[in-house]
């Protein structure tokens, strides 16, 4: 049976203060945005081929 061989557990830094605010925004500014109008626009891609598809809402026949 092969020694099992203990690892050292690794020192994690606490991050600074810096890189907290430079990850939030880059987070709020860049990121998000980015993923909010991609969604959006998803969406209304989505509705416009289904309105391609089976027509627009309303009652049939108008």
């Known amino acids: 049976m092969p020694e099992l061989v203990q690892q050292q ?3 994690n830094r606490p991050r600074s203060r810096r890189a907290e605010l430079i990850t939030f925004f880059v987070l709020a500014f860049g990121i998000w945005p980015i993923v909010a109008v991609g969604v959006v626009g998803g969406y209304g891609f989505l ?3 289904l309105q391609i598809v089976f027509g627009p809402p309303g009652p049939p026949g108008h």
């Open 9 to 11: 557990p690794t020192e």
């Open 47 to 49: 509705v416009w081929m």
